[in-house]
């Protein structure tokens, strides 16, 4: 039987009740492969196993394994129980979206399986449980190892605690910890487990209140949580500035990932407050009008094992800066930082367990800030002579904010300091190899710096117009961007940048005539995927490829001559 024909055998009724209409009765084995069937069917759905119980449930009464694990949206109560009673005394994972019509029915029967539950997930709308549990005299003992609360509408709208917050259970085994869009109410804080290990919380409102707990009802925070190995922290941009939480040291040893959406000011203040092993994954998104001093430099010391007026030497290796913008329409200010910190080996297991891993080729560190004037740290890591970095290979830097690029005007010589890399910058980077920029020209980094770069070998230009006019400073005549690369490229003999590979992609007034012009100006020269090489080039391959044929030729000889003395 193959998928097609069991798509006629899909659930077809949103909503389900009690009453069993199961079909004919299929062997167990059968049976057994059309669950997992349509488990893969439903897969990119909000179900798995949703609503198959009123077709399955007499036919399937002695398999408890096929309802261990129950999605269900928008269910009746009394379908979520009969699924339960099918699973028999095995530990359940359940995954539920809880519609307003049925959130007291279903919290209770949560509640009343509390026990048995071993991973569960809720989506809920904004609302105030109106049939609270029956309170027990003794908490109940919970195998919960993975508990998510989410508002899935909107996390920031929220106003009620969520009800499960209101059961009186222990999580001695909790392990994963999701939280989106709940209020940070008392009972929060006895989910705060010492045995999670992941930990993600979105829309606090207080990072002092999330980080000390209340200390006076003994209540710890996340600062006692200290097998911690995931701590992704999102809030929205607000006005005002965040507690500081002075004297408060936190130290997270087994800590992998730490990613955090916040105010700038309350981003330092964590990295300040926190002590982490050197292989942490670090992810930032900050949210202010500029990257602050207090953040560049809480990056630098915590981050980055920098130390003012520290030796060079003792600055890590950084294999690739990457610079991105992450402009949004109702967030205009917003800065980001994504730093892989250098000098270990990447782990594909240090991914957010929240998201889907993030794919790289090689342990690097990002540094990415806006382009709107947020360049103190860009300053620090590549122009201060007291953060000096030396060795960066590829710099990647992309402007993919629609619009105009950055407030740049050349004319103005006060200007400069809002530039990317302000004064002097490129100097401090003799070690570029590579340079990938995307809507953005070279000249735009800095026209005051002089731009020597001895070892640059692949120049990378996309999304930009060639003839665009371009005044050079110092200077009364007006050029292209095309006359300004040619230039560029024409002092490859003088030292200044021995490029040998160019990429041009995604510039629409680029020519077949400006491309014959780039092709006797670098060995390798690519257009929007199509490779082309200069004439010296091309001779040179010439050459090769006939030696290569001559050897090979060479080769078969020999062969053809060992076998003729072996037989004779």
Known sequence: MGLKALLPLHFHSYFVTATPSPLATLPAELLTIIFQWLKLLSADQWTRVTHVCSYWRQVA???????????????????LLEMIRRAGELPLRLSLS??????????AIIHSYINRIEQLELDYNNFRWTRPPEPTSHPVRSILRKLRLSDREDPYSSLAPHPILEFNFELPVLETLQIEGCVVSHNIFHLLQPTVKHLSMVAYPSLMRIFRGIPS??????SGMQGLETLVLKSRPRTGSTPDVDGLTMHFPFLRRLEMHEWDSAVAMT???????????????????????????????????IRPLEEPTAIPRLHTVQIRTALQPDQTNLSCATIWVPGVDYDPESHSPFEPPIPTAEPRCSVTPGFNDNSKLLFSL???????????????????????????????????????????????????ESLYLE???????????????????????????????????????????????????AR???????????????????????????????????????????????????????????????????LLLQFLLTVF
């Open 61 to 79: 009464l002695n398999m408890q394994l096929l309802w261990q694990d129950i999605t269900l949206t928008a269910s009746h109560p009394d379908a």
């Open 98 to 107: 809880i519609p307003r019509s049925f959130e007291g029915d279903l919290c």
């Open 217 to 222: 009802l003994g209540l710890h925070g996340v």
């Open 271 to 305: 990295l300040e407050h926190l002590a982490f092993p050197s292989s942490t994954c670090i992810v930032i998104k900050s949210f202010g009008d500029e990257l602050s001093e207090r953040l560049s430099n809480a990056i630098m010391t915590k981050i980055c094992g």
């Open 382 to 432: 590549c122009a201060s002579s007291v953060y000096p970095v030396k060795s960066i290979q590829t710099l990647i830097i992309s402007r993919t904010t629609p619009g105009p690029g950055p407030h740049l005007d050349w004319d103005d010589p006060d200007e400069d300091s809002t530039s990317l890399f302000m004064q002097g910058s490129f100097r401090y980077i003799s070690s570029l």
């Open 439 to 489: 809507g953005i020209v070279w000249y735009e980094l800095g026209y005051r710096t002089r731009l020597v770069l001895p070892r640059l070998q692949v120049l990378s230009l996309s999304g930009i117009s060639f003839g665009e006019g371009y005044h050079p400073p110092y200077s009364d005549e007006d050029i292209t961007v095309l006359e300004w690369l040619l230039r560029m490229l």
């Open 492 to 558: 490859r003999k003088e030292a200044v940048s021995p490029i040998t590979k160019l990429i041009i992609s995604k510039a629409e007034d680029f020519t077949q005539e400006d491309a014959a012009l780039m092709q006797d100006a670098v060995d390798e020269f690519l257009w929007d995927g199509i490779v082309e090489r200069s004439e010296e080039a091309r001779d040179l391959a010439s050459v090769s490829d006939r030696n290569r044929s001559w050897l090979a030729l060479m080769f078969l000889i020999t």
